[in-house]
């Protein structure tokens, strides 16, 4: 590739197209006033289309043209010429991100509506990422409580990574109910700050549960496909009144039978 070619790349990349970059860096050759004929004949492009990409360079600011007959056009200096078209850019990428960003909540709260809405359905989600964003987003909409199951790997898991999304639950007055199978030793779960909050309760399972299972406000519930949670497990979503009912009614005969979280601890001392 040419020196000449790697410039046209470069301005290309810059914002320029293929013919306005060959222009500029004609003009630029030239290092002088020139009419049009003698910028086609150096950049190398038919005069007729010339006229456009000229024109265009002078919106941008980056050509000026010479009053006269016929009438000539000179070159800003290169430094000045990236610059213009850097701000340019950048300008450019600030009201697209400004795009993206309203893009981006239009289509969260589409996505939250159509997930709360009243039609009742069962969804299948495939792998834990969307797991986590979905239930990221129960949680932001959560306003009465969260029942869940884990293991202990997955709960300290939870805490790390949606731990703010709880605090912030339980500011608006979210209840939870934790219950964690095989938990077999008092090691950290990640929620010491939170033991003291009444609305925060955690329990321990004696075995191991045949599945982990999330309820929101008693609205929707995710149930995974297997005990053992990884990267690939997929979830069951749902907001149909029997499917949470029966995921409700197993919660509760889990809690009740769970042991507590102070008792438990002392049991595993005193072992």
Not at 63 to 81: I, R
Not at 85 to 100: D, G, P
Not at 131 to 148: I, M, Q, T, Y
Request: glycine share 6%; proline share 3%.
């Amino acid at each position: 590739m040419s020196e000449n070619e790697d410039l046209v790349g470069v301005l290309k990349r810059l914002g320029l197209t293929f013919v306005q970059a060959k222009t500029y860096l004609a003009l630029n050759q030239i290092g002088e006033e020139a009419t049009i004929e003698t910028v086609a004949k150096t950049a190398r492009v038919g005069r007729q289309h010339v006229y456009a990409p000229l024109s265009a360079l002078e919106k941008l600011g980056l050509v000026q043209k010479v009053l006269g007959a016929p009438p000539k056009y000179t070159v800003l200096p290169a430094k000045t010429a990236v610059s213009i078209l850097l701000e340019i850019r950048r300008k450019e990428s600030c009201e697209l991100q400004n795009q993206a960003s309203f893009l981006i909540e239009s289509l969260q709260k589409d996505h939250a509506t159509a997930f709360l809405s009243e039609k009742e359905r069962t969804l299948f989600l495939v792998g834990s990422a969307a797991f986590s964003r979905e239930v990221d987003r129960a949680l932001v909409n959560a306003r009465v409580c969260f029942d869940g199951t884990a293991t202990v790997e997955l709960f300290r898991r939870g805490m790390f990574h949606g731990g703010e999304n709880h605090r912030r639950a339980l500011k608006r007055g979210v209840s939870y109910r934790h219950v964690i199978s095989r938990a077999n030793s008092s090691a950290p779960l990640g929620d010491e700050d939170l033991v003291g909050n009444s609305v925060w309760a955690v329990r321990f399972s004696s075995c191991v549960l045949p599945f982990q299972m999330t309820i929101v406000d008693r609205k929707e519930v995710f149930i995974s496909t297997r005990p053992d949670v990884t990267k690939e497990c997929s979830y069951y979503w749902s907001n149909n009144t029997c499917f949470l009912i029966l995921a409700q009614s197993y919660f509760d005969i889990l809690w009740k039978q769970s042991i507590p979280r102070n008792k438990f601890v002392l049991k595993t001392n005193n072992e």
